[in-house]
Nanobody
Framework: QVQVVESGGGLVQAGGSLRLSCAAS????????VGWYRQAPGKQRELVAN???????NYADSVKGRFTASRANARNTVYLQMNSLKPEDTAVYYC???????????????WGQGTLVTVSS
């Protein structure tokens, strides 16, 4: 059974930093494309950042210059470095991953359980 798990959330003061991790488990050879999403209370889930299998990234306008997605393929892990955090960044953050498994099988759109980020003023 394949699984994706986010970690690294917590409570931080405005202006602080956190690094989120998205780790795949099971018989997985690599993580391909990953989207980082967040959902705040009363708001729609939004795409924050994505990173493809080659490491190219895109970011929502609201986080450009502050958030950075990166890859650690050997560890089946991707990261989201979050700097200069603002109260409006408070949300549950999710990763959605395309995974490469055995026998050429690919898993697409696997969601993690989410990790809560709370930014206080």
């Amino acid at each position: 059974q394949v699984q994706v798990v986010e970690s690294g959330g917590g409570l931080v003061q405005a202006g602080g930093s956190l690094r989120l991790s998205c780790a795949a488990s099971g018989t997985i050879f690599s993580i391909d494309a990953v989207g980082w999403y967040r959902q705040a209370p009363g708001k729609q889930r939004e795409l924050v950042a994505n990173i493809n299998s080659g490491g190219s990234t895109n970011y929502a306008d609201s986080v450009k210059g502050r958030f950075t997605a990166s890859r650690a393929n050997a560890r089946n892990t991707v990261y989201l470095q979050m700097n200069s955090l603002k109260p409006e960044d408070t949300a549950v953050y999710y990763c959605n991953a395309d995974l490469r498994g055995s026998l050429g099988f690919r898993y697409r759109g696997i969601w993690g359980q989410g990790t809560l980020v709370t930014v206080s003023s």
